[in-house]
C-alpha cells in the first residue's frame, strides 16, 4: 500500500511563490510515477504536472507551464512541486498522486495514466 501526505502548502499573494512537497511511505518509489493534481471549489480535479520515476520526463497543463516546476528525489521519497508567479487562479487543493508499474512513460502519457493512490490534499490560496 501507498501511502502520499502532502506538505507545504498556505496563503501567498499573487505573483508570489510557494512549494508543496510530497512525502510517499513506498518500498520502492522510483516505481512510480508522479503527479499532481488540483480542484477548486466547484471545480473538477485537473492535472497539474507529472514526472517519470527517473525525473526525466515531465508534463504540465498548459494553465501552468512555465511558472510551476514538479521534481523529485527518489532518495528521500519524495516529490515537490514549485509554483511562481502564483495566480487567484491557482487557488485550489493540491493533491499529490502515485502510478505504479515502473514503466517508463512518454510526456505525453503522464496526465492520462491511472493514479491509483492519492494524498489527502493540501489548500493553496492565492490572494489578489
Known amino acids: 500500500q501507498v501511502q502520499l501526505v502532502e506538505s507545504g502548502g498556505g496563503l501567498v499573494q499573487a505573483g508570489g511563490s510557494l512549494s508543496v512537497s510530497c512525502a510517499a511511505s513506498?518500498?520502492?518509489?522510483?516505481?512510480?510515477?508522479m503527479g499532481w493534481f488540483r480542484q477548486a471549489p466547484g471545480k473538477e480535479r485537473e492535472f497539474v504536472a507529472a514526472?517519470?520515476?527517473?525525473?526525466?520526463?515531465?508534463n504540465y497543463a498548459d494553465s501552468v507551464k512555465g511558472r510551476f516546476t514538479i521534481s523529485r528525489d527518489n532518495a528521500k521519497n519524495t516529490v515537490y512541486l514549485q509554483m511562481n508567479s502564483l495566480k487567484p487562479e491557482d487557488t485550489a487543493v493540491y493533491y499529490c498522486?502515485?502510478?505504479?508499474?515502473?514503466?517508463?512513460?512518454?510526456?505525453?502519457?503522464?496526465?492520462?495514466?491511472?493514479?491509483?493512490?492519492w494524498g489527502q490534499g493540501i489548500q493553496v490560496t492565492v490572494s489578489s
Open positions: 498522486a502515485a502510478s505504479g508499474g515502473g514503466v517508463t512513460w512518454s510526456s505525453a502519457r503522464l496526465p492520462y495514466l491511472r493514479y491509483d493512490y
Open positions: 513506498v518500498r520502492t518509489f522510483s516505481d512510480y510515477t
Open positions: 514526472s517519470s520515476w527517473a525525473g526525466d520526463s515531465t
